[in-house]
């Protein structure tokens, strides 16, 4: 499933690493900025909290296949619960300074999760970024142009459900040139669109359509 692009140029040189790394700083820049409070409110991951997302993404550079092996071992082949044993963990050895530290040292790193990608990393961060911000109801912008790409990335992926979520479904971003599919439309900004496709019902605010309740029902469902 794929749309056109918001500006061909900007296509041809979009650069993920660099999104990425960009990324990983404007999200450390907005967590200076969080009350202490903050970090121990619920996030829009059901039963992680602010400090367990960003310690989940400050583990996205240093994981290792053998942390993943012992991990699945651990947690009997549930990639969930090791996902969320890794990040509370983590969370629980690092004070929040401590945390955006990490993610503000490790932002220009190539390195990645077992099985992941860069676009995958783009993902969390651009996704895992709302999850916090919307929760503490602070708002955190997601740029345009990386955000498209992490849109498609997540639509062309077996690991977020997009494409079954999205079955049937014509898809329609208002904040840029972007449109594919064919069924009940769906429209919104692509930030909003995109929680969709990572399965985050939040998406659902900022969007209009016939075909919401499909997709807001196969969100709530899963």
């Known amino acids: 499933m794929s749309g056109a692009r918001p500006n061909a140029a900007a296509d041809e040189e979009f650069d993920a690493h660099d999104a990425v790394r960009k990324s990983r700083l404007r999200l450390a820049d907005y967590l200076d900025d969080l009350e202490p409070d903050d970090w121990t409110r619920p996030s829009l991951c059901e039963g992680w909290t602010v400090s367990d997302v ?8 240093t994981e290792t296949w053998r942390d993943f092996i012992v991990g699945m ?6 990639f969930d619960r090791w996902n969320a044993t890794s990040a509370r963990d983590q969370a629980r050895r690092h004070i929040p300074h401590k945390l955006v530290t990490i993610l503000r040292d490790q932002a220009d790193s190539r390195d990645h999760s077992p099985g992941s990608s860069t676009l995958d990393q783009l993902v969390d961060l651009l996704v895992h970024g709302q999850d916090i911000s919307r929760a503490i109801d602070s708002p955190f912008e997601m ?10 990335h997540a639509l062309g992926s077996r690991w977020y459900g997009a494409k079954k ?12 040139h972007w449109e ?10 692509v930030s909003s669109l995109l929680l969709l496709a990572t ?4 998406g659902l605010a900022q969007v209009e359509g016939p075909g919401v309740d499909t997709v807001g029902s196969r969100i709530r469902s899963a």
């Open 73 to 78: 071992i651990r947690n009997l082949g549930n």
């Open 54 to 61: 960003v310690a989940h993404l400050s583990l996205s550079t």
């Open 165 to 176: 979520r999205f079955s049937g479904i014509r898809l329609s971003a208002t904040d840029t």
């Open 180 to 189: 594919s599919g064919t069924g009940h439309e769906i429209r919104g900004p």
């Open 199 to 202: 399965g985050r019902e939040a």
């Open 143 to 152: 740029p345009l142009i990386p955000a498209v790409e992490a849109f498609e």
